[in-house]
């Protein structure tokens, strides 16, 4: 026996992902171009790799966008459970791009602190502020999305608004003290903390894509739980893994000592009951009989 039910809360938080991820791909966009004359223009290491950086974004975000888009098709008889794991595929690629542009950076700063640079302080300061706010409006967008693929980008978009505040305040100390090295050394701390970011939303995408159990559910719980119906003697088999990192698909196969229909209707409400609680949107059940 099968029970489905539509999770209208699960294609509310994919719609919203989707509309957060394009907005924050136009902004991305229009960035670009600032940022690419900016760090022509200042001489500034910490602008120059941001801009690297900042071309994986825009590529990133279009790609997240169009899997988020295409993770709301229906299921059909080719992808029974649907195409909602294209917005965890998005997570991983996001956070693979940034962890790679990331070591990249790394690499960038370490030869310029061996070759040091004064960059223009002025010039740093207009970029920073520019920075800031759209930086900082992306990440409004999409901090409390709870979709995988909207928390990558937003750990993503706000490391680029610590870049940035970090980038103004290096910019006001070289207009009083000459303290050109804080500028490869800011991009070094910033992309190690990106990596160590980004590299635990991965961890949590690989471990959506191999059914590991949800870590804010309790599978011995819902054992007990089902266990505990009247009328079901052995819990045979159970598996409680999460689609998309927000529904979850329970089966359970349940040795049970009635053939009767209404009973074991029962069971099966009573197990779906369960399921509402774990927030499944599919649960299977098989019943095993004495």
Not at 43 to 63: K, Q
Not at 78 to 97: D, E
Not at 237 to 266: E, F, P, Y
Request: glycine content about 4%.
């Amino acid at each position: 026996m099968e029970h489905q039910c539509t999770t209208e809360k699960s294609k509310e938080y994919h719609t919203e992902a989707k509309s957060h991820i394009l907005v924050t791909f136009f902004l991305s966009l229009i960035f670009n171009f600032i940022i690419i004359f900016g760090g022509i223009y200042t001489n500034s290491v910490a602008i120059v790799s941001d801009a690297i950086h900042d071309l994986s974004d825009t590529f990133c975000l279009l790609v997240s966008w169009f899997l988020e888009k295409y993770s709301l098709k229906k299921k059909n008889d080719k992808y029974t459970y649907g195409y909602q794991r294209l917005s965890v595929l998005g997570a991983v690629i996001t956070s693979c791009a940034v962890i790679f542009a990331s070591i990249i950076v790394i690499y960038e700063s370490l030869t310029r602190l061996l070759t040091i640079v004064t960059p223009d302080a002025k010039g740093m300061f207009v970029f920073a502020i520019i920075g800031i706010v759209f930086k900082g409006y992306s990440v409004y967008k999409v901090y409390k999305g709870q979709t995988y693929n909207e928390k990558a980008i937003s750990y993503h978009m706000f490391g680029d608004v610590l870049r940035w505040v970090a980038i103004l305040v290096l910019s006001i100390l070289l207009m009083f003290w000459n303290l050109a090295i804080l500028d490869p050394i800011i991009s070094l701390l910033i992309a190690i903390w990106l990596i160590y970011a980004l590299g635990k939303t991965l961890v949590d995408s690989f471990r959506v894509l191999l059914q590991k159990v949800p870590s804010n559910y309790s599978f011995d719980k819902l054992k007990e739980e089902i266990s505990e119906i009247d009328g079901v003697e052995e819990v045979v088999d159970l598996h409680l893994w999460s689609l998309d990192g927000i529904d979850q698909i329970i089966t359970a196969k349940l040795r049970v000592n009635t053939k009767n229909c209404n009973d074991l209707a029962d069971i099966r409400h009573k197990v779906d009951h369960i399921s509402g609680e774990f927030n499944a949107s599919e649960s299977t059940v098989e019943f095993i009989f004495n």
